[in-house]
């Protein structure tokens, strides 16, 4: 089946010590998209790509950066995650503007 | 601006109950208006969407109306399971973008079905 794979599904890192979270797509979606969840909370867009065109969301940390190096794959990386930023990152794509969003299953971050 | 605004849970039930989850919307245009549900430990899956006004969206026995007169999009089931306890969140996606999809969410709504 078609599908949105996010891995780890648990991730735990020290303070300030950089992290990468990956996902890759089988759906061949021009749009990529990370969202951030706190516990209790609604997803949070940070950015998306669509296609190579990175497009960040104005209230994104710096602390966050993103990369997709083709089509099915993309990475989030926290330069110096701070306990604050423990949270589910979800990771979703898109056939186009205005089209259903699929989810993956998530990572669950853990800063020590 | 665009918001979505969803009733506060958690919802308790007892198996078989009828389910409604009320969600209304702000938003210019036409949006296009989801339930995503998010079982525990899990990333979204898709429940239902509607694209235009008065638009059903229906699965798994989960309905939800496109009513434009009243901004809403109330998710509804006849009778719950306990398998159907999860957080429920509405969603809208603005009628212009600007070229990408974006999801605006509720807060969310924790369901919760006893036996």
């Known amino acids: 089946d078609a599908m949105v794979i996010q891995n780890p599904r648990y991730q735990v890192t020290q303070f300030g010590k950089p992290v990468t979270l990956s996902c890759s797509q089988t759906l061949n979606h021009n749009v990529m998209y990370w969202y951030q969840q706190k516990s209790s909370q609604a997803p949070k867009l940070l950015f998306h790509?669509?296609?190579?065109?990175?497009?960040n969301e104005a209230d994104t940390p710096d602390n966050f950066q993103s990369r997709r190096p083709n089509t099915s794959f993309c990475f989030l990386d926290i330069r110096s995650p701070g306990l604050g930023d423990a949270a589910m990152y979800l990771c979703?794509?898109?056939?186009?503007?205005?089209?259903?969003?699929?989810f993956g299953p998530g990572t669950r971050l853990l800063v020590l | 601006g665009n918001s979505v605004t969803q009733m506060e849970g958690p919802v308790t039930l007892s198996e078989e109950a009828f389910l409604t989850i009320n969600c209304t919307y702000t938003?210019?245009?036409?949006?296009?208006l989801f339930w995503y549900v998010q079982y525990p430990g899990e990333g979204l899956q898709l429940l239902l969407k509607a694209t235009k006004a008065d638009d059903k969206g229906s699965n798994k026995g989960f309905e939800a109306t496109y009513r434009k007169e009243t901004t809403s999009f109330h998710l509804e089931k006849g009778s719950v399971q306990v398998s159907d306890s999860a957080v429920y969140f509405c969603?809208?996606?603005?009628?212009?973008?600007?070229?990408?999809?974006?999801?605006?969410f509720g807060a969310g709504t924790r369901l919760a079905v006893h036996p």
């Open positions: 938003a210019t245009g036409y949006p296009s």
């Open positions: 979703a794509t898109s056939s186009k503007a205005r089209e259903t969003q699929y």
């Open positions: 790509y669509y296609d190579k065109d990175f497009n």
């Open positions: 969603a809208l996606s603005p009628s212009f973008s600007g070229g990408y999809n974006k999801l605006i």
